[in-house]
């Protein structure tokens, strides 16, 4: 049996193509649709009650592409927009804390988690929540890193600029002895190089992308949800969509994806007033 | 590297040895203490708070013959004492609600979910909350089953007494649609064969049991805690503790095993005041 349908995959902006990497690095043979809500980035600073109407606009888009899966590949719009998501459509809906969380919870043995994380996914206790929930006897340490984002952004991914701030931010975790420490943003994957080194040998680093990208694998495999093709070069295919310029889009993510974006599409979600939301609380 | 620390699994009786079966089966270099709290069997009955305490007083015992994690195989107490339990130790503490619950969420295709179990345990809404955590879109059907425990203590896994009470038990469930039923309680994998025959093959059937197991494994690996003998027949021995009469305990017991139970130590834990408890919220 095999399920031809796309996965759905959005964030805010560009980050979110971490994820949509690593799904393509595990999971070859499936079509994706990455969707990018430029226009609206960043979602961080809006309240929550905007983030979730965001993410049900555009799961309805992407559900109207008929995808099989929704991946929300924003800590933000995880955060805020995960459970009322999944209460509201049939598709299944994975976020990118719960997959992070639990690979700490497991590989963790001193029982002290570190979170690097956007000061918005800190305030939001989101992480602390998730693995308090597996195991409530793990120590956790969130430290917000508000000048990643800005630097990756601006292509500094290495040099001595991102030394220094990632020194500052991880010298708190480590005086307190994480022997784990959660990479709980999808922009970070681009700096892991740097935060491996400082942090050395004994301290295990874990991506919220790359965890993402083995739970949907889980799912699509369990509920037999898999596009097997025919023959082994029948690769799965990637459709780009993003509310602002995509040639912008196309050039930053570029860099994310860690391959050339060739075609982006300008997405036009239905205009609808926020009355219509069946559930938005 | 190898860890040669026992695993300790504890149940108020012997239902907790079905657990114990999954985890020698999976893992069978590794050594195991299992605790039968029979003098005090069943936990159902009692308030939270002497759970609580029950736990607290088993997990000590346990850690001080030094195991390298602890296995909660009993409903009752996961509901009631796992959370204080995990704050109160350094040792991982693994309950069997959130495996089985986790299996379910990743199974389920039209996300409807079945829980047959205790009335203590319906009634604690474990299930519920789990599942609901992991997939909040997800219906969840839970059907206690009173009959199933005293039946299967006397012997009784098969015939038409069982079957007219599965049928019983089981109608709700397959009227609403669930297409994933978890069998949440340790005595039901020695009935799982007539509970399969009944729902039919278009609904899988989760054992928390089998699913609690893979569980211990993960963490055990993704820790570097399993233990790796030199050689292949080299296999992890298993202790029987009880707190009550230790030939009944390998008479019935030797049945949840499915395999004989040759010794059975009494145990005689430290009778302290409840006071003495650090945490026992």
């Known amino acids: 049996m095999s399920d031809p349908r796309p996965i759905g995959v959005f964030d805010s902006g560009v980050g979110g193509l971490t994820v949509l990497a690593e799904i393509r690095d595990r999971l070859p043979y499936e079509h994706t649709i990455y969707f990018g809500d430029t226009a609206r980035v960043p979602y961080g600073v809006r309240d929550l009650a905007e983030v979730r109407w965001f993410a049900y606009e555009i799961i309805r888009y992407l559900v109207s592409l008929n995808v099989k899966l929704v991946v929300i590949a924003c800590n933000t719009a995880t955060a805020a927009a995960l459970m009322t998501a999944q209460r509201s459509f049939d598709v299944p809906i994975i976020g990118v804390i719960e997959p992070g969380a639990r690979a700490a919870v497991l590989e963790t043995r001193n029982r002290r988690v570190g979170v690097l994380a ?40 290495s040099g001595p600029e991102l030394e220094a701030a990632a020194r500052r931010y991880l010298a708190p975790l480590q005086e307190r002895g994480a022997d784990v420490v959660i990479l709980g943003c999808t922009h970070y994957p681009l700096i892991s190089e740097t ?79 926020r009355s219509d939301a069946p559930l938005l609380y």
Chains 1, 2 share one sequence.
């Open 118 to 157: 956007t000061p918005a996914t800190v305030e939001s206790g989101a992480y602390a929540k998730a693995i308090s929930y597996l195991d409530a006897g793990i120590e956790v340490y969130e430290q917000a890193a508000p000048e990643f984002v800005p630097l990756i952004e601006r292509g500094i991914t």
């Open 195 to 273: 935060i491996n080194r400082i942090l050395g040998p004994r301290v295990r680093l874990i991506s919220s992308a790359g965890q993402t990208a083995l739970e949907v694998g889980r799912v699509l495999s369990r509920r037999g949800y898999l596009r097997r093709p025919r023959h082994a070069e029948d690769l799965g295919s990637s459709v780009y969509v993003c509310t602002a310029d995509p040639e912008e889009f196309a050039a930053l993510g570029s860099r994310f994806l860690d391959q050339k974006i060739e075609a982006v599409l300008p997405a036009s979600l239905d205009p609808s007033p």
